[in-house]
Each structure stands twice: as C-alpha cells, then as structure tokens.
C-alpha cells in the first residue's frame, strides 16, 4: 500500500508503532524522525525504511509531503 501524506510547517506525526513494515520518501519539505529513538533530518529524495513493529513519528521542519509505503496494506487507512 503506498500513501501519500502532506504536511505545514510545524506539523508532528506523534511517535507510534504498527506491524507493518515502512518505507517512507521524501517528496518534498524538511522533516526530523524518530525512529526506534534516534533522530534523523531529512530532505527531498531522502528514503527511511523500518520494520514492523519499530516506534516512529516526525516533525514537520518545512512544509511538504511523503510517500509512504507499508507492507502488508494497512486496513485503518482505507
């Protein structure tokens, strides 16, 4: 399953975890993760990928969007 998710500036993604495994690609914009409690910064063209399970959220630096894609699909998003 692969979603799109556009973010303002300032936005948070409050840190979670689920069974899927993600993989997510900058689209646009500037964003801080957390991700199994360390920090990245990332930018246009930059990917993360987790596994299952792993607890995650972002900040959004600067507005933008992210494509996200979870394996297997994620029934609360449809």
Same mark, same amino acid.
Request: aromatic share 12%; hydrophobic share 50%.
């Given at each position: 399953m692969t979603v799109e998710v556009r973010f303002e500036a300032g936005a948070v993604g409050a840190v979670h975890s689920h069974p899927h495994w993600q993989n997510t690609y900058v689209l646009g914009g500037r964003f801080r993760f957390t991700v199994g409690g360390e920090a990245v910064e990332v930018g246009p063209g930059d990917t993360l990928a /987790? !596994?299952?399970?792993v607890p995650h959220g972002t900040?959004?630096?600067?507005?933008?969007?992210?494509?996200?894609? /979870? !394996?297997?699909?994620?029934?609360?998003?449809?």
């Open positions: /987790f !596994s299952g399970g900040e959004c630096l600067e507005a933008g969007a992210l494509l996200d894609a /979870f !394996s297997p699909a994620r029934a609360d998003f449809l």
